[in-house]
């Protein structure tokens, strides 16, 4: 079966220290994979979604990047981070080209910067 | 621009009894549904799905109904039980969209006993 998890769970950094979030899945090859940032009051809002490697699409402008080095990880990074960065990331995966194809979300990153 | 919208923040239901979650959107391009259920500091949890060429979906307790002229979506949960107590988000896709989706803002639910 297949498993997303990604890491640190929690992290506090200061403002304008660097980012890095990873995301990695198993059991699947060629995943879509996806960084959704939960927003309070606004739901889930898709940032960075990427169809193979090296492939990245933004979907909003902001202070942070993806990148996707092997087919299974992807990673949200930042070189320096804002305060209005802090908040609840989460990397998903589906399988497939096209939409019908379920998102599964992994356990979540809180971000807080101070 | 919130194409996908859960005007209900919150809701209160008794143990054993309906819940009814609310959702309308925006976008008639969406053919796709998803309802997700989530815990705090947790990652959302696939519920239940609905394509736009069906008007409903059943999933043991949870039953997902779709109209489509008026753009609404709904999911029911019958019995209700304690462990329903989450937030709620519904979701939507456009066929060949790379499986990007648009969420509602949430619906919190509290089953009571």
């Known amino acids: 079966s297949q498993t997303i998890h990604q890491w640190p769970a929690t992290l506090v950094q200061p403002v304008g220290s660097p980012l890095s979030l990873e995301c990695t899945v198993e059991?699947?090859?060629?995943?879509?994979l996806y960084w959704y940032r939960q927003a309070a009051g606004r739901g889930l809002q898709l940032l960075f979604y990427?169809?193979?490697?090296?492939?990245i699409s933004s979907e909003v402008p902001q202070n942070l990047s993806a990148s996707r080095p092997q087919d299974r990880q992807f990673i949200l990074s930042s070189k320096k981070l804002l305060l209005s960065d802090s908040g609840f990331y989460l990397c998903?995966?589906?399988?497939?080209?096209?939409?019908?194809?379920?998102?599964?979300f992994g356990e979540g990153s809180w971000l807080t910067v101070v | 621009d919130q194409q996908v919208k859960q005007n209900s923040p919150s809701l209160s239901v008794q143990e054993g009894r309906i819940s009814i979650l609310n959702c309308d959107y925006t976008?008639?391009?969406?053919?796709?549904f998803l309802w997700y259920k989530k815990y705090p500091a947790e990652g959302p949890t696939f519920l239940i799905s609905?394509?736009?060429?069906?008007d409903k979906n059943e999933d043991g307790r949870f039953t997902v109904f779709l109209n489509k002229s008026a753009k609404h979506l709904s999911l029911h949960i019958v019995p209700s039980q304690p462990g329903d107590s989450a937030v709620y988000f519904c979701?939507?896709?456009?066929?060949?969209?790379?499986?990007?989706?648009?969420f509602g803002a949430g619906t919190q639910v509290v089953v009571t006993p």
């Open positions: 998903a995966w589906s399988q497939g080209a096209s939409s019908g194809n379920t998102i599964y």
């Open positions: 059991g699947t090859s060629n995943p879509n």
């Open positions: 990427s169809v193979g490697i090296g492939q």
């Open positions: 976008n008639s391009m969406f053919d796709y």
């Open positions: 609905i394509s736009s060429i069906k």
């Open positions: 979701a939507a896709s456009v066929t060949d969209s790379w499986g990007k989706f648009q």
